[in-house]
């Protein structure tokens, strides 16, 4: 079992930056894929950023290739997500999710464990 622990959301102008971290209990945390997934008011939740239990493979969503950028360190158990040139649709609370398997997936019904999430707001 891993527990998940967001942090580092805000309240961040067009243009900006944040970096949003979970911090991630349990023995299982090496060998657990980890994404970030996010949810706007009225929308579904949807995929932004995943990465492999050993860090080399790394998938994106259309919407936020190139500015954002999803890493691990292992050693402390925590999963980061550096957000850059963020734009007022951005805005939604951020969710770190974990599955038991080192592959990394898109699909958030692939995810066992869940964070309480983030909220991140962008403003024009």
């Known amino acids: 079992q891993v527990q998940l622990v967001e942090s580092g959301g805000g309240l961040v102008q067009a243009g900006g930056s944040l970096r949003l971290s979970c911090a991630a209990s349990?023995?299982?945390?090496?060998?657990?894929?980890m994404a970030w997934f996010r949810q706007a008011p009225g929308k579904e939740r949807e995929f932004v950023a995943a990465?492999?239990?050993?860090?080399?493979?790394?998938y994106y969503a259309d919407s936020v290739k190139g500015r954002f950028t999803i890493s691990r360190d292992n050693a402390k158990n925590t999963v980061y997500l550096q957000m850059n040139s963020l734009k007022p649709e951005d805005t939604a609370v951020y969710y770190c999710a974990g599955r038991p398997s080192w592959r990394a997936a898109a699909n958030k019904e692939e995810y066992s464990y869940w964070g309480q999430g983030t909220q991140v707001t962008v403003s024009s």
């Open positions: 349990g023995r299982t945390f090496s060998g657990s894929a």
């Open positions: 990465r492999s239990a050993s860090g080399g493979i790394t």
